[in-house]
């Protein structure tokens, strides 16, 4: 086939398809379309029911018809048009939406298909901007007013409130802020709590010593001016004035040293005497000391105590000291014909000692405040003669030993005091 350089330019461009073997010769034919074959310019044969009468071409007169079509945007032809070797191959379908060239589907389709991309892009981008708007107002508002809470009740809290709590939620480390915040108001306000209990323990403590003290020193004044004074002539009567003021001497001594134990227990730099020792052999050898008291105030004894030694580190002194003053307070505080009852159990986590009695137990309003300082059972003081420190010491002692007293007391049904030392 003989070429013009016009139609070899033409056969160069996307409007020729190279091969021919791509057609779908059933699906033309099932649309109503046809195959012609071109040589030298004419049709020497149809595939399919030719509806046209066209039967002369040269490539110019194809492609005018063709571009024709486009510009008249009519669809009565679809055209594709294949080489192969000195051949072409024209496939025709009338009123198709099929087959369309890459020109009519640029044509056709281009301009919607760039609506169709803008209006989606400017609707991605809408919802883009609506997505992150959303995603950062709920991200500063999960910040910026936990932020402002945290803020506030700094202010609060610096104002005195330790009454304050933060109650949000928030990020993860937001809420550990408020967790910490709330835990360090609350550590704050139970130690403000305790000073001030302590504040007042010692304005008490302070108050009740000027008053024990106060009270021998007045009676050894009086005394010592009528001796001094010659008021007293009585020899018997001297006697008598000089032994009331050496027993008041006595119970300043006693006051003062009781003292003197409590401050020093309650020193950070005192430090217990621990030694390793039997503890069963240690108790039987503390209440073999006051077996005389015992007979003396008509009570009974009961001892429950292992015959085997347990051995156990602790201060011997200070754990006698202890328990010494719960077997004085029993002994001062009940009748006669009281039994008391002292005993150990060597339990699996620690050793308890028990020290009791069936006799008239401790007045509910005072049971709370028992090991406080210058509390005792009677409330009054001076009718026992006692420094109201005794069971104060007694708790320091056992706490320095890393352990704990309780107090079960029913008034008029007896009381016990369980000391447990941890192994």
């Keep these: 086939m003989h070429l013009t350089k016009e139609e070899e330019r033409l056969m160069e461009e996307e409007f020729f398809v190279q091969n021919y073997e791509d057609i779908n010769i059933n699906g033309i034919l099932e649309v109503g379309g046809w195959i012609e074959t071109i040589e030298n310019n004419k049709v020497i044969s149809v595939i399919g029911e030719k509806k046209d009468n066209i039967n002369d071409y040269n490539l110019l007169n194809v492609i005018n018809f063709y571009e024709?079509?486009?510009?008249?945007?009519?669809?009565f032809f679809d055209l594709k048009v294949y080489k192969q070797d000195d051949k072409l191959y024209i496939v025709k379908i009338p009123n198709s939406e099929f087959f369309l060239t890459k020109q009519l589907k640029i044509k056709s389709l281009g301009k919607r298909v760039r609506e169709t991309i803008k209006y989606s892009l400017v609707i991605a981008v809408v919802f883009m901007v609506l997505a992150l708007w959303g995603g950062y107002y709920k991200y500063i508002k999960k910040i910026r007013e936990p932020l402002n809470q945290i803020n506030l009740g700094i202010e609060k809290m610096s104002k005195g409130n330790l009454s304050v709590r933060l109650d949000f939620e928030g990020y993860k480390e937001i809420d550990s802020i408020r967790d910490s915040f709330n835990y360090m108001v609350k550590e704050i306000k139970l130690v403000n709590e305790n000073k001030d209990k302590l504040e007042k323990s010692k304005r008490d403590m302070i108050r009740d010593i000027a008053h024990d003290i106060k009270t021998p020193i007045t009676s050894i004044m009086g005394y010592s001016r009528a001796l001094n004074d010659g008021t007293v002539q009585d020899s018997e009567e001297k006697r008598i004035y000089l032994d009331y003021i050496y027993n008041k001497t006595c119970r300043l001594n006693y006051l003062v040293n009781?003292?003197?134990?409590?401050?020093?227990l309650d020193s950070i730099d005192y430090k217990l005497n621990i030694k390793q020792n039997d503890i069963c052999e240690f108790l039987r050898e503390v209440?073999?000391?006051?077996?005389g008291e015992i007979e003396e105030a008509e009570f009974n004894l009961e001892i429950d105590i292992p015959e085997d030694p347990i051995y156990y580190k602790f201060d011997a002194k200070e754990l006698e000291r202890a328990i010494c003053n719960l077997i004085i307070n029993s002994l001062k505080y009940n009748e006669r014909n009281?039994?008391?009852?002292?005993?150990?159990?060597?339990?699996?986590?620690?050793i308890e000692i028990i020290i009791g009695d069936n006799g008239i137990g401790i007045k509910k309003e005072i049971l709370d405040k028992v090991f406080e300082e210058f509390v005792r059972g009677d409330?009054?003081?001076?009718?026992?003669?006692?420094?109201?420190?005794?069971?104060?010491?007694?708790?320091?002692?056992?706490?320095?030993?890393?352990g704990k007293i309780i107090l079960i007391s029913d008034e008029g049904g007896g009381s016990k005091f369980k000391i447990i030392l941890k192994k």
């Design 379 to 402: 409330i009054s003081r001076e009718s026992s003669g006692g420094s109201g420190l005794g069971l104060a010491i007694t708790k320091k002692i056992i706490e320095l030993h890393k």
């Design 338 to 350: 009281t039994t008391i009852f002292i005993g150990l159990n060597n339990n699996e986590e620690d």
């Design 68 to 75: 024709d079509q486009l510009k008249k945007e009519e669809k």
């Design 258 to 264: 009781e003292l003197f134990i409590f401050t020093k």
């Design 287 to 291: 209440v073999a000391l006051y077996y």
